[in-house]
């Protein structure tokens, strides 16, 4: 059974700091990997997705990373502004037209 | 364009009744999803449609039925509402796009509260 774990659960960091939220899945067959952000009390917002076959994807001052082989990935944002806050999860597909495996998130707050 | 839509944004239930809570979306997808998000368990998947006119279970479907009533909308119904039934209700659909990615888009949930 696919399981995903994101680490760390909480962040703080002062506005402008550049951050890695961690991703790791147990199961490596993977079809593809999607990023998404929550904001309190709101749905789920798609940020950025990676198919098996590729090493990353970059959108704006966001990239993330896919490490198939080893069962990772990394959300890095770039010099991170409070409108930033909000818990990201990574979630799994191990094919089309099948369930996605969630995260639990990294819930972000950025400070002035 | 709508994207994913969900309705009703809140409800609250007494234990053993009854509801249906409804999703659809403009975007012509083939698959559609219901999840249930609960504090510290993430997001598990209840059920999903792969296709108009076939449903699957997913890992907690117990107590759910679904039905995709068109190629548009797909609803979840409680048949006798329990408080572990409690949660917040996300619906979500995909499909292939140009350029050959296959995302999955949520609606803005529903929040159900069985007392």
């Known amino acids: 059974k696919q399981e995903v774990t994101q680490i760390p659960a909480a962040l703080s960091v002062p506005e402008g700091e550049n951050l890695v939220l961690n991703c790791s899945f147990t199961d490596s067959a993977i079809y593809n990997l999607q990023w998404f952000r929550q904001d309190p009390g709101k749905g789920l917002t798609s940020l950025l997705l990676i198919q098996s076959s590729q090493r990353e994807q970059t959108s704006g001052r966001l990239n993330a990373s896919l490490d198939k082989s080893s069962g990772r990935s990394t959300l890095y944002i770039a010099a991170s502004q409070p409108g930033d806050s909000a818990t990201y999860l990574c979630a799994v597909s191990p094919g089309t037209a099948s369930k996605l495996t969630f995260g639990t998130g990294t819930r972000l707050q950025v400070t002035l | 364009n709508a994207g994913v839509t969900q309705t009703p944004k809140f409800q609250v239930l007494k234990t053993g009744q009854s509801m249906t809570l409804q999703c659809a979306q403009d975007?012509?997808?083939?698959?559609m999803y219901w999840y249930r998000q609960d504090p510290g368990m993430g997001l598990r998947l209840i059920y999903y449609?792969?296709?108009?006119?076939?449903?699957d279970k997913g890992e907690v479907p117990n107590g759910y039925n679904v039905s995709r009533l068109n190629k548009r909308e797909f609803s979840l119904r409680l048949e006798s509402a329990a408080p572990s039934q409690t949660s917040v209700y996300f619906c979500?659909?995909?499909?292939?796009?140009?350029?050959?990615?296959?995302?999955?888009?949520f609606g803005p949930g529903t929040r159900l509260t069985v007392t």
């Open positions: 975007m012509n997808h083939n698959s």
């Open positions: 979500a659909s995909s499909e292939w796009d140009e350029d050959g990615l296959y995302e999955q888009y």
């Open positions: 449609s792969a296709s108009e006119g076939t449903t």
